[in-house]
């Protein structure tokens, strides 16, 4: 389950554990209790295309020093764009 809030006319997604740091945000790069990855690459992969296509904002709450992102498809998948807090979204 991953939620989905509307804030300030703005999709914010709770990441939780599924991505729990804007360095789990490539496709590749699970972590590292995932039970099922292949699964999860897959899901991950339509997740952040998804997120990409909505202009969503990442809620990171186990990053210590990325607590919100953007994202940006590039050539090689999907990326980081911008870092910043909850607050920041206005």
């Given at each position: 389950?991953?939620?989905?809030?509307?804030?300030?006319?703005?999709?914010?997604?709770?990441?939780?554990?599924?991505?729990?740091?804007?360095?789990?945000?490539?496709?590749?790069?699970?972590?590292?209790?995932?039970?099922?990855?292949?699964a999860s690459l897959a899901e991950k992969q339509e997740?952040?295309?998804?997120?990409?296509?909505?202009?969503a904002i990442l809620f990171l709450q186990h990053d210590?020093?990325?607590?919100?992102?953007?994202?940006?498809?590039?050539?090689?998948?999907?990326?980081?764009?911008?870092?910043?807090?909850?607050?920041?979204?206005?």
């Open positions: 389950m991953i939620p989905v809030i509307n804030f300030n006319g703005q999709e914010v997604v709770f990441a939780g554990d599924f991505i729990p740091t804007a360095a789990n945000v490539p496709v590749k790069w699970l972590a590292s209790y995932d039970l099922n990855p292949t997740f952040l295309a998804e997120a990409v296509e909505n202009n210590i020093t990325t607590e919100c992102c953007s994202l940006i498809k590039t050539e090689r998948g999907v990326k980081v764009d911008k870092c910043f807090s909850l607050a920041d979204i206005k």
